[in-house]
């Protein structure tokens, strides 16, 4: 185990990916350590990036998603799968393939390979036993800049972490709630 461990630090600490590629790329039929864009989800990166630079949170990019009837990502794989000549391979249209929801919208924002790096190393689990995976600190990853293509820029990912970070619910009345950020007392 401690030999697997040490390839699998190597794989990781030189660039090449770990895990499955994010909406938006796919693996590459010629090199299955090298990641390019698919061209139907790709498209849909870049307005999600453009709605949240526009003030716009998840829930709301997923409702406009919705209305625009994009393809969620498991309805996206289960279409390319259509023509796929082994049956088994084939997946299964979801019952409601526009239902996007908020989360998977949060989970496209983090993501940082869009920015065409490498991020390995995000999570660890203290022992083989233990399924549960717990996420590392950011600066502890192991990042390897231009891996592959392109999808957002550095900056407009940057933009977005910020706004994310000084993100305030806003309630119905289009008003912010006073335990939205830190209070400091009269006394500080």
């Known amino acids: ?25 796919r693996t590459d039929p ?14 849909v990166v870049k307005p999600i990036f453009d709605l949240a630079i526009d003030g716009k949170g998840p829930e709301q990019i997923a409702r406009i998603l919705e209305q625009d009837k994009v393809l969620t990502t498991k ?8 023509n796929h000549p082994d049956p088994k391979k084939r997946k299964k249209m979801p019952e409601r393939p526009y239902h996007w929801i908020g989360q ?21 689990s203290k022992s083989y036993k233990n399924k549960k995976r717990i996420r590392k600190d950011p600066s502890e990853w192991v990042r390897v800049e231009g891996t ?36 400091k007392c009269a006394g500080c």
């Open 1 to 25: 185990s401690k030999k697997v461990r040490v390839v699998f630090r190597q794989k990781g600490t030189s660039g090449k990916h770990l895990g499955k590629p994010p909406y938006g790329y």
């Open 30 to 43: 010629a090199d299955k350590d090298h990641w390019i864009i698919d061209e139907d989800a790709a498209p």
């Open 75 to 82: 309805a996206l794989y289960a279409k390319q799968s259509e």
């Open 104 to 124: 998977s919208v949060v989970g496209i924002l983090e993501r940082m390979e869009y920015t065409g790096c490498t991020c390995n190393f995000k999570t660890y």
């Open 148 to 183: 592959h293509e392109v999808i957002i820029s550095k900056d407009v990912f940057d933009r977005v972490q910020e706004q994310i970070a000084t993100r305030r619910r806003s309630m119905k009345d289009q008003t912010t709630q006073i335990f939205s950020r830190p209070l």
